[in-house]
């Protein structure tokens, strides 16, 4: 498998954390979003979308969408499950996981940064202050949901794909100085997960990109 | 069970053809958004979010955000699948829902095209530009994916998760009067879609809060 991926991409990250959770390897292939790499041509002529992730598995199929793939893989991979058996609990799990990756990270994404700025001429510290606004408000939501049936990780006692997405939203969050002090089971459930190798080992500062 | 959803919102649309498809009824629970009834406390008593669509289902699980609610109406009633049946075909229906899902609507949201005008005292002309932007580049991915591997609904013969998506969102679109022309597929399979009644009667002008 082949993992296109940047190292301080939010959904990048997700993607990272479950194929460590699966004790599965990709190779991993950096493209520079920063540098526009994900419009170039070759980039172009693997993904239908100029973003990343994209995960290429070894029977050629090409995915995109990081809470997509996750799925993907857990339907291949079943062991360890990252989302629960029953209906009420697989819902509950993805709403988290939705309640980031369609609610809070499309707002932050760079290219709707840099719209803001170049397109609607918008000052860099509106620009920060939009940026807080996404993330407090959206990890509130998730804040409510842990705390009405709090457990070690975001749904029992395993890791699930909502972890998965949880982890990189905070990693964003503490990277622009967002308030935390209102959501302090969400900081609870990333403590528990950065105890474990899988979350730690494939953070954005230990990826061959970082440097 | 009862769904909570507003006429006009894309993802209660979303939750409103699933129902359909599956011959599930729900007892419709108008939320009027442009009215701020998603803060009241009868619905923050229910929702941990404010957004609709909102499914309470008839054992109490009350579940939200519409891809969750539709995954958990395919695994609670399984016939006709809104999901194909390998692993590759089921990221692809899921990643065709995600560049939706994740990528065009909540970019356009009420309460982001808000916080453009009232926040960042964006123009409505900038703003509606914004909105066309994320809707005319979003669904240009989800044509791509069409072309490379045409079929009558977006994955195969049959109405799947990824339908029940793209439907709602070309109907934002329109509404905003978004370019179409570089859409062939995407403008073919909403004509598909639009010929089966579940899409038909759900759709918003049909909605008991339309009036």
């Known amino acids: 498998m082949q993992l296109y991926n940047y190292f301080r991409s939010?959904?990048?990250?997700?993607?990272?954390?479950?194929?460590?959770l699966k004790g599965l390897q990709a190779d991993y292939r950096p493209v520079?979003?920063?540098?526009?790499?994900?419009?170039?041509?070759?980039?172009?002529?693997?993904?239908?979308?100029?973003?990343?992730?994209?995960?290429?598995?070894?029977?050629?199929?090409?995915?995109?969408?990081?809470?997509?793939?996750?799925?993907?893989?857990?339907?291949?991979?079943?062991e360890p499950p990252l989302l629960?058996?029953?209906?009420?609990?697989?819902?509950?799990?993805?709403?988290?996981a939705q309640d980031i990756a369609c609610e809070i990270h499309p707002l932050n994404n760079l290219r709707v940064l840099r719209y803001l700025v170049r397109d609607l001429g918008v000052a860099d510290e509106a620009k920060d202050r939009w940026y807080r606004h996404?993330?407090?408000?959206?990890?509130?939501?998730?804040?409510?949901?842990?705390?009405?049936?709090?457990?070690?990780?975001?749904?029992?006692d395993t890791p699930t794909l909502a972890d998965c997405v949880l982890v990189p939203q905070v990693f964003n969050a503490r990277r622009m100085n967002c308030r935390e002090d209102h959501l302090p089971n969400v900081v609870r459930v990333v403590e528990a997960c950065m105890a474990l190798p899988a979350f730690e080992a494939t953070q954005p500062a230990h990826c061959p990109d970082a440097a």
């Open 10 to 20: 939010s959904a990048s990250y997700r993607v990272r954390i479950a194929l460590a």
């Open 84 to 96: 629960p058996r029953d209906p009420a609990g697989r819902a509950r799990v993805r709403a988290m």
């Open 32 to 78: 520079q979003i920063v540098k526009g790499e994900q419009f170039a041509d070759a980039y172009q002529a693997l993904s239908a979308t100029p973003l990343v992730p994209l995960l290429v598995d070894d029977d050629g199929s090409r995915l995109h969408q990081s809470m997509a793939i996750i799925e993907y893989l857990d339907e291949t991979h079943p």
């Open 134 to 156: 996404w993330v407090e408000e959206g990890l509130a939501v998730v804040e409510r949901q842990l705390a009405a049936a709090p457990s070690r990780f975001c749904h029992g």
